[in-house]
């Protein structure tokens, strides 16, 4: 490898393919949901493929409930109503975070609030979290972006001591673990999505589909009554004497999972530990390589976490200081020539911070007739009227939005792949004046 860089006219310091080697069993998939065509299974919630797809996840997890849903956000909605999230509440969620991760609780009536990421691990910071605690505050919403694993310590101590429920949106991070013990065995209620195709997609993926794990029965019972309509066996599964003789069409919603997807789920969900070995593998590898690099920083892990990074993949935190001011863009664009697949931050969907979201800058009607959480004009069921976030709000969150870069995890990379990226950062890095 010559040292002129990429970006102008070297030669590219990746030269092996970039695309991930590992497969799916696509026969196996298609066995699986070929029988269920074959018995007519493709309707139905409580047994079947529904019941086996939970029976697994839950032994997987460790955790007593597991029920299946249609998508990570509906098993996240389920949460807020287990929780007794409703009009004029308030939920904290981070700034640096999704909207899919609080949604359900703003059309139940509450307030989104957001809150600082912890400059070295972005996520949801547990001091800033406290500071935002109002009587109002029905739940706190740690989301493990990029399958990175929040401080569930520090999260879980401020909800018992505030009597507030944590609801974590663990969409990225089926397998991860806290202490030993895997998310969705360790806060109150957790929620994972189960969007897409492996790999790629969610670390458990079937199409769509989404799952709620809890330690906590009040919370499962009310989750299933909320949206499991017609679900087999569901009146007598209830032992809740508040809920009992509720019929089997419960409160009314329809949210169960589609047993085709679940059977892609199965599949994916069984060779899950694999993935995460490899992926935590490369990823250890990579991160070592780039820690004496100037300008850059692997993203930080609490000391408790397990994480792989399988959805949303690997960050890292550029200084641009320590190279002579380089712009972010600029670096991120010397990497892309040398062959590195990077992208930048992945929260928010290209918004700085969730704050930044038209419907935050301006607040909005949400229901018609000045009614509704976000309206600015009105004070809504004990809330005050909303104040607009602006840019500047989350200082910490919206200058990492610039610096954050990211690569995709990888299960199986092509021999040579990792030491290649981290000679393409050591490259740009070294020759960064060249691009002043
Ligand atoms: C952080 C996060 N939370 C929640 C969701 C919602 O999951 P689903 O797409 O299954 O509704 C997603 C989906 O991308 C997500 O990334």
Not at 97 to 117: D, Q
Request: with cysteine.
């Amino acid at each position: 490898m010559g040292s002129k860089l990429a970006i102008l006219g070297g030669k590219p310091a990746v030269t092996v393919n970039t695309k991930e080697l590992w497969k799916r069993p696509i026969e196996e998939e298609k066995r699986l949901v070929c029988e269920l065509i074959e018995r007519g299974e493709i309707t139905g919630a409580g047994y079947g493929i529904s019941k086996e797809f939970e029976d697994e996840f839950k032994e997987y997890i460790g955790c007593e409930y597991c029920l299946t849903v249609d998508h990570g956000s509906t098993a996240l909605e389920s949460a807020y109503y287990a929780a007794g999230v409703g009009p004029g509440d308030e939920v904290i969620t981070p700034a640096a975070g999704y909207i899919g991760s609080y949604s359900g609780a703003l059309h139940m009536g509450a307030r989104p609030v957001f809150c600082e990421m912890d400059p070295k691990t972005l996520l949801m910071d547990p001091e800033d979290v406290e500071g935002r605690i109002t009587h109002r505050t029905r739940a706190i919403n740690p989301v493990h972006m990029c399958g990175k694993v929040c401080d569930m310590d520090a999260l879980m101590d401020i909800g018992r001591r505030h009597g507030i429920t944590i609801v974590e949106d663990a969409a990225h991070a089926a397998g991860c673990e806290w202490d030993g013990k895997k998310i969705g065995n360790v806060g109150d209620i957790a929620c994972f999505s189960l969007q897409g195709v492996s790999p790629g997609g969610k670390p458990v993926a079937g199409g769509e589909g989404g799952v709620v794990c809890t330690n906590n029965r009040e919370l499962y019972e009310r989750a299933l009554i909320y949206c499991h309509l017609h679900r087999r066996g569901i009146t007598e599964e209830i032992t809740n004497p508040a809920y009992r003789g509720l019929d089997a069409e419960v409160l009314g919603l329809k949210y169960r999972a589609y047993p085709l997807a679940l059977a892609i789920a199965l599949i994916s969900l069984r060779n899950l530990p694999y993935r995460i070995e490899r992926a935590i593998e490369n990823r250890e590898r990579l991160f070592k390589g780039l820690r004496d690099i100037p300008g850059i920083e692997p993203v930080h892990t609490y000391p408790k976490a397990r994480w792989h990074g399988l959805y949303g993949g690997w960050e890292v935190i550029y200084h641009p200081e320590e190279l002579g001011g380089l712009p972010p863009e600029r670096f991120k664009e010397a990497l892309k020539a040398e062959g590195v697949p990077v992208r930048g931050h992945v929260w928010a969907s290209g918004h700085p911070g969730e704050h930044l979201r038209m419907i935050y800058r301006r607040g909005f009607d949400l229901w018609g007739h000045g009614r509704g959480p976000l309206d600015t004009q009105h004070g809504f069921m004990g809330l005050p009227p909303f104040k607009p976030y602006k840019k500047g709000d989350f200082p910490i969150t919206e200058s990492l939005a610039e610096r954050v870069i990211t690569l995709p995890a990888y299960i199986e990379p092509e021999r040579g792949l990792i030491e290649q990226f981290i000679e393409a950062f050591r490259k740009v890095a070294e020759n960064y004046r060249e691009l002043l």
